[in-house]
């Protein structure tokens, strides 16, 4: 596994070594024990999994809020979607600041966001499968979300047209309407 911290400390990408064969490939997608050596100690409880079947969905930006807080580790399992996460640990160097990486079945990179930071993506293929594995279980009294487009977060999302959102994305608010449960701790 290559483990690279984007310029957002704590964000990090991974990419699992594929053992290729005649059948095609296999690959560890995730190791708790060796990924706690490389000091991304994680207890993931929980695995999810969409389809999104039009080119230009976007889901995001999502968060849960503390107690349930998520950490996530994200693949594609199909096509070719633009993950993104956004720091929004209030008092952060960071804060307010994105990435974004293409992940796809075929790169198989991962993205892994610590908890603090919203998460979304947007497809790039039809019928575009994500995976993702998160640090605590569904709460949606904790659910929250900041609207894709917010100007103040500038993501570019590489899209040809009008996202198609959920109904619940289309009402989340801007970042100058938005209060962040998270507070930062410092430097790790
Ligand atoms: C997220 C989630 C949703 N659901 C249900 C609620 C709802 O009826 C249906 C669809 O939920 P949503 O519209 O929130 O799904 P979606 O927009 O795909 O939400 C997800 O987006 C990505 C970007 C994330 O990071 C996730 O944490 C999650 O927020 O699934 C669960 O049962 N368990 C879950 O963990």
Redesign the pocket.
């Known amino acids: 596994m290559q483990v690279t911290e984007t310029p957002l400390p704590g964000v990090f990408l991974l990419e699992p070594r594929r053992f290729g064969d005649d059948r095609g490939f296999f690959c560890e997608s995730w190791n708790k024990a060796r990924m706690a050596e490389a000091g991304l100690d994680y207890d993931f409880v929980?695995d999810?999994h969409?389809m999104s079947a039009q080119l230009g969905t976007v889901?995001?930006?999502?968060?849960?809020s503390p107690p349930h807080a998520?950490a996530?580790l994200?693949r594609c399992g199909r096509g070719v979607l633009f993950d993104v996460a956004v720091d929004i640990r209030k008092g952060s160097p960071t804060y307010g600041q994105w990435v974004g990486y293409e992940l796809s079945f075929d790169n198989g990179k991962q993205l892994l966001i610590p908890e603090g930071f919203l998460?979304?993506?947007a497809t790039r293929t039809p019928d575009t499968e994500?995976i993702?594995k998160?640090s605590d279980?569904?709460a949606?009294e904790c659910?929250g979300?900041v609207r894709f487009d917010c100007p103040d977060l500038g993501i570019d999302w590489g899209l040809s047209g009008d996202a198609v959102l959920?109904e619940?994305?289309a009402a989340a608010p801007v970042m100058a309407d938005f209060d962040s449960p998270f507070v930062w701790e410092g430097a790790a």
């Open positions: 929980q999810n969409s889901r995001g930006l999502h968060f849960q998520q996530k994200v998460h979304g993506f994500i993702y998160c279980y569904y949606p659910d979300a959920s619940k994305d």
